[in-house]
Protein backbone atom coordinates (compact mmCIF):
# COMPACT_ATOMS: atom_id res chain seq x y z
CA UNK A 1 0.00 0.00 0.00
CA UNK A 2 1.27 3.46 -0.89
CA UNK A 3 2.17 4.98 2.66
CA UNK A 4 2.89 8.37 1.00
CA UNK A 5 0.87 9.51 -1.35
CA UNK A 6 1.44 12.35 -3.67
CA UNK A 7 -2.17 12.99 -5.74
CA UNK A 8 -1.13 15.37 -8.40
CA UNK A 9 1.04 13.75 -10.90
CA UNK A 10 1.67 16.68 -12.16
CA UNK A 11 0.95 21.10 -11.95
CA UNK A 12 1.52 24.08 -14.52
CA UNK A 13 2.58 27.35 -13.04
CA UNK A 14 3.24 30.97 -14.52
CA UNK A 15 6.65 32.13 -13.92
CA UNK A 16 6.44 34.59 -10.32
CA UNK A 17 3.29 32.65 -9.00
CA UNK A 18 2.84 30.49 -5.99
CA UNK A 19 3.48 26.81 -6.49
CA UNK A 20 1.65 24.14 -4.26
CA UNK A 21 2.52 20.96 -4.06
CA UNK A 22 0.62 18.51 -2.18
CA UNK A 23 1.73 15.26 0.06
CA UNK A 24 -0.98 13.24 2.06
CA UNK A 25 0.40 9.99 4.73
CA UNK A 26 -1.26 7.26 6.13
CA UNK A 27 1.43 5.91 8.87
CA UNK A 28 1.61 7.52 12.16
CA UNK A 29 5.14 6.60 12.69
CA UNK A 30 6.14 8.90 10.75
CA UNK A 31 7.25 11.93 12.20
CA UNK A 32 10.29 13.68 9.79
CA UNK A 33 9.59 14.70 6.37
CA UNK A 34 11.64 16.00 3.10
CA UNK A 35 11.33 17.15 -0.22
CA UNK A 36 13.21 15.90 -2.94
CA UNK A 37 13.83 17.41 -6.50
CA UNK A 38 14.69 15.38 -9.29
CA UNK A 39 15.90 16.73 -12.77
CA UNK A 40 15.76 13.97 -15.40
CA UNK A 41 18.99 11.66 -15.22
CA UNK A 42 19.98 13.09 -12.22
CA UNK A 43 19.59 11.49 -8.75
CA UNK A 44 17.17 13.52 -6.45
CA UNK A 45 18.28 16.71 -4.67
CA UNK A 46 17.27 17.37 -1.05
CA UNK A 47 15.02 20.88 -0.80
CA UNK A 48 14.12 21.30 2.84
CA UNK A 49 12.81 19.16 5.46
CA UNK A 50 10.46 19.36 8.69
CA UNK A 51 10.05 17.04 11.96
CA UNK A 52 6.66 16.36 13.11
CA UNK A 53 7.33 18.48 16.30
CA UNK A 54 6.94 21.81 14.25
CA UNK A 55 4.22 23.09 11.67
CA UNK A 56 6.34 25.24 9.30
CA UNK A 57 9.62 25.43 8.10
CA UNK A 58 10.68 28.02 5.92
CA UNK A 59 14.00 28.24 3.62
CA UNK A 60 14.12 30.76 0.88
CA UNK A 61 11.53 30.72 -1.18
CA UNK A 62 10.41 27.29 -0.31
CA UNK A 63 8.30 26.90 2.82
CA UNK A 64 6.67 23.51 3.99
CA UNK A 65 3.53 23.43 6.01
CA UNK A 66 2.57 20.08 8.33
CA UNK A 67 -0.56 19.27 9.68
CA UNK A 68 -0.04 16.31 11.77
CA UNK A 69 -3.89 16.03 12.44
CA UNK A 70 -5.02 15.67 8.87
CA UNK A 71 -1.08 13.65 7.79
CA UNK A 72 -0.84 15.97 5.14
CA UNK A 73 2.18 18.41 3.87
CA UNK A 74 2.73 20.84 1.34
CA UNK A 75 5.48 22.39 -0.09
CA UNK A 76 5.15 26.13 -1.43
CA UNK A 77 7.43 27.92 -3.64
CA UNK A 78 7.00 31.63 -4.00
CA UNK A 79 7.88 33.02 -6.63
CA UNK A 80 8.29 30.37 -9.13
CA UNK A 81 10.90 30.23 -11.66
CA UNK A 82 11.02 28.54 -14.83
CA UNK A 83 13.96 26.68 -13.10
CA UNK A 84 12.25 24.90 -10.36
CA UNK A 85 10.85 22.93 -13.58
CA UNK A 86 11.39 19.37 -12.05
CA UNK A 87 9.73 16.04 -10.12
CA UNK A 88 9.21 16.67 -6.78
CA UNK A 89 8.93 14.02 -4.24
CA UNK A 90 7.60 13.88 -0.74
CA UNK A 91 9.60 11.42 1.66
CA UNK A 92 8.52 10.40 5.18
CA UNK A 93 10.80 8.55 7.77
CA UNK A 94 10.10 6.92 11.15
CA UNK A 95 13.32 7.97 13.51
CA UNK A 96 12.00 5.69 16.06
CA UNK A 97 13.31 3.13 13.48
CA UNK A 98 16.82 3.96 13.67
CA UNK A 99 17.28 3.10 10.28
CA UNK A 100 16.07 6.43 8.99
CA UNK A 101 15.26 4.60 5.53
CA UNK A 102 12.95 6.91 4.22
CA UNK A 103 9.14 6.17 2.09
CA UNK A 104 8.71 8.47 -1.16
CA UNK A 105 5.75 9.41 -2.97
CA UNK A 106 5.53 8.73 -6.82
CA UNK A 107 6.67 12.47 -7.29
CA UNK A 108 5.01 15.35 -8.76
CA UNK A 109 6.29 16.87 -12.41
CA UNK A 110 5.92 20.77 -11.67
CA UNK A 111 6.65 22.68 -15.03
CA UNK A 112 7.44 26.63 -14.69
CA UNK A 113 6.21 28.63 -17.72
CA UNK A 114 8.06 31.68 -18.53
CA UNK B 1 34.61 15.59 -1.73
CA UNK B 2 32.57 16.05 -4.58
CA UNK B 3 29.34 13.91 -3.56
CA UNK B 4 27.96 10.22 -3.87
CA UNK B 5 29.20 8.74 -7.13
CA UNK B 6 28.09 5.91 -8.51
CA UNK B 7 29.13 3.33 -11.52
CA UNK B 8 28.39 3.35 -14.00
CA UNK B 9 25.95 5.79 -15.10
CA UNK B 10 24.06 3.13 -17.44
CA UNK B 11 24.61 -0.46 -18.19
CA UNK B 12 22.57 -2.57 -21.01
CA UNK B 13 22.83 -6.43 -20.36
CA UNK B 14 21.39 -9.29 -21.80
CA UNK B 15 19.31 -11.50 -19.42
CA UNK B 16 20.45 -13.95 -17.27
CA UNK B 17 24.09 -12.10 -16.70
CA UNK B 18 25.52 -11.04 -13.65
CA UNK B 19 25.95 -7.18 -13.43
CA UNK B 20 27.47 -5.27 -10.23
CA UNK B 21 26.92 -1.86 -9.39
CA UNK B 22 29.65 0.58 -7.24
CA UNK B 23 28.80 3.54 -5.15
CA UNK B 24 31.02 5.72 -3.27
CA UNK B 25 29.32 7.45 -0.40
CA UNK B 26 30.45 10.88 1.47
CA UNK B 27 33.80 10.06 3.56
CA UNK B 28 32.05 11.14 6.77
CA UNK B 29 29.02 9.41 5.84
CA UNK B 30 28.35 6.85 8.26
CA UNK B 31 25.26 5.36 6.59
CA UNK B 32 24.62 4.09 3.28
CA UNK B 33 21.23 3.12 1.55
CA UNK B 34 20.35 1.65 -2.05
CA UNK B 35 17.22 2.41 -3.30
CA UNK B 36 15.49 1.45 -6.91
CA UNK B 37 13.14 3.66 -8.74
CA UNK B 38 10.77 2.95 -11.83
CA UNK B 39 9.21 4.40 -14.45
CA UNK B 40 6.58 6.76 -12.77
CA UNK B 41 7.65 5.63 -9.28
CA UNK B 42 9.41 7.52 -6.37
CA UNK B 43 12.54 5.43 -5.04
CA UNK B 44 11.53 1.84 -3.30
CA UNK B 45 13.80 1.40 -0.56
CA UNK B 46 16.21 -2.01 -0.92
CA UNK B 47 18.65 -2.32 1.88
CA UNK B 48 21.12 -0.10 3.90
CA UNK B 49 24.36 -0.09 5.76
CA UNK B 50 25.50 1.24 8.73
CA UNK B 51 29.48 0.96 8.38
CA UNK B 52 30.35 -2.00 6.88
CA UNK B 53 27.14 -3.69 9.20
CA UNK B 54 24.06 -4.42 6.69
CA UNK B 55 21.03 -3.86 8.91
CA UNK B 56 17.84 -4.47 6.61
CA UNK B 57 17.15 -5.75 3.55
CA UNK B 58 13.89 -5.07 1.62
CA UNK B 59 11.43 -7.91 0.87
CA UNK B 60 12.26 -6.42 -2.64
CA UNK B 61 15.03 -7.54 -2.64
CA UNK B 62 15.21 -11.16 -4.00
CA UNK B 63 18.13 -13.62 -3.33
CA UNK B 64 19.24 -12.61 -6.56
CA UNK B 65 20.40 -9.46 -4.94
CA UNK B 66 23.01 -9.06 -3.21
CA UNK B 67 25.14 -6.08 -1.30
CA UNK B 68 28.14 -4.99 0.65
CA UNK B 69 29.56 -2.73 2.22
CA UNK B 70 33.60 -3.86 2.97
CA UNK B 71 35.20 -1.47 5.80
CA UNK B 72 32.49 0.73 5.87
CA UNK B 73 33.55 2.77 2.48
CA UNK B 74 32.10 1.98 -0.81
CA UNK B 75 29.39 -0.49 -1.71
CA UNK B 76 28.25 -2.39 -4.55
CA UNK B 77 25.27 -4.06 -5.89
CA UNK B 78 25.53 -7.19 -7.46
CA UNK B 79 22.10 -8.73 -9.15
CA UNK B 80 22.69 -12.30 -10.76
CA UNK B 81 20.30 -13.54 -13.05
CA UNK B 82 18.91 -10.73 -14.19
CA UNK B 83 15.17 -10.54 -15.53
CA UNK B 84 13.90 -7.42 -17.71
CA UNK B 85 11.61 -7.03 -14.29
CA UNK B 86 15.01 -5.56 -12.69
CA UNK B 87 15.44 -3.16 -15.82
CA UNK B 88 15.51 0.14 -13.28
CA UNK B 89 17.11 3.70 -11.98
CA UNK B 90 19.10 2.08 -8.74
CA UNK B 91 19.99 4.90 -6.50
CA UNK B 92 22.25 5.08 -4.13
CA UNK B 93 22.64 7.51 -0.78
CA UNK B 94 24.66 8.39 2.61
CA UNK B 95 23.70 10.22 5.23
CA UNK B 96 25.34 10.83 9.07
CA UNK B 97 22.53 10.21 11.19
CA UNK B 98 19.04 11.76 10.99
CA UNK B 99 19.13 14.16 8.68
CA UNK B 100 18.52 14.53 4.57
CA UNK B 101 20.49 11.90 2.35
CA UNK B 102 22.33 13.37 -0.20
CA UNK B 103 21.88 10.97 -3.47
CA UNK B 104 24.33 9.35 -5.96
CA UNK B 105 23.31 10.62 -10.20
CA UNK B 106 22.38 6.64 -9.97
CA UNK B 107 22.86 3.87 -12.41
CA UNK B 108 20.35 3.01 -15.04
CA UNK B 109 20.05 -0.91 -15.99
CA UNK B 110 18.23 -2.08 -18.94
CA UNK B 111 18.11 -5.87 -19.74
CA UNK B 112 17.10 -6.72 -22.77
Known amino acids: DQQVKQNSPSLSVQEGRISILNCDYT??????FLWYKKYPAEGPTFLIS?????DKNEDGRFTVFLNKSAKHLSLHIVPSQPGDSAVYFCAASDSGGSNYKLTFGKGTLLTVNP | DTGVSQNPRHKITKRGQNVTFRCDPI?????LYWYRQTLGQGPEFLTY????????KSRLLSDRFSAERPKGSFSTLEIQRTEQGDSAMYLC???FGQGSYTFGSGTRLTVV
Open chain 2, 49 to 56: FQNEAQLE
Open chain 2, 27 to 31: SEHNR
Open chain 1, 50 to 54: ISSIK
Open chain 2, 93 to 95: ASS
Open chain 1, 27 to 32: NSMFDY
